[in-house]
């Protein structure tokens, strides 16, 4: 499958990374492309790391395991650098999307001889802004969707209006507050300089 894009999720516990893939994979099949969004989980607890799955195509998925080299890497809590090889088989023409404030050589420094490209979002600063609390995943999912190209900018927010309405219909402050988060994570995300 020559379209297949494979994406790993890295987070902890509560913050989202599973939503975040799940919120993904209905955007994405929103618009006619094959998906899957999946979880694997280790100690089902609060702040313990998880890390989910998407798989996005053009075409039937007939692969069904975990992805072992993933195009792209979205790591929702920076402090997993450190616990974490959030780089194993990532593809070095993929790219590694991390939510951080911290300055960009420590970031660097903490990502095992890495090559690729790397991007960063301060998804916290984001959330707290728009939404009023961490909720690091909504900006995660904007800043992953920018920086992959899985699908056109209009069609993801155009998408997940529509989630957001259907979830959240008797709170459109809410609704208002994601789609704040979504754009200014895809407008904020930036590419590290090597």
């Known amino acids: ?23 993904l994979a209905d955007a994405a099949f ?11 989980y280790g100690p089902e607890r609060m702040g313990a790391p998880i890390t989910a799955y998407n798989r996005i195509s053009g075409e039937k998925i007939r692969v069904h395991s975990n992805i072992y080299e ?16 959030v780089t194993k088989g990532l593809k070095k023409e993929g790219a590694i999307i991390i939510n951080t404030s911290k300055p960009q050589k420590e970031i660097l420094s903490k ?47 155009g998408s997940m209006e529509e989630s957001f309405k259907h979830k959240f219909a008797s709170k459109p402050e809410v609704i208002k507050g994601n789609m704040k988060a979504l754009k200014v994570s895809m407008g904020e995300v930036k590419i590290c300089e090597k």
Request: proline share 4%.
């Open 111 to 157: 990502l095992k001889k890495y090559d690729g490209n790397v991007f960063l979002c301060d998804a916290r600063k984001i959330s707290e802004e728009s939404l009023g609390k961490n909720f690091p995943n909504t900006p995660m999912l904007g800043a992953v969707v920018k920086v992959s190209g899985i699908m056109s900018e209009e069609e993801f927010l």
């Open 70 to 85: 993933p195009d792209y890497v979205v790591v929702v809590d920076d402090t997993l650098l450190s616990a974490v090889d």
């Open 1 to 23: 499958m020559s379209n297949l894009v494979e994406i790993r999720w890295h987070g902890r516990g509560g913050q989202g990374a599973k939503t975040a893939s799940l919120l």
């Open 30 to 40: 929103t618009i006619g492309k094959f998906v899957q969004g999946f979880p694997e």
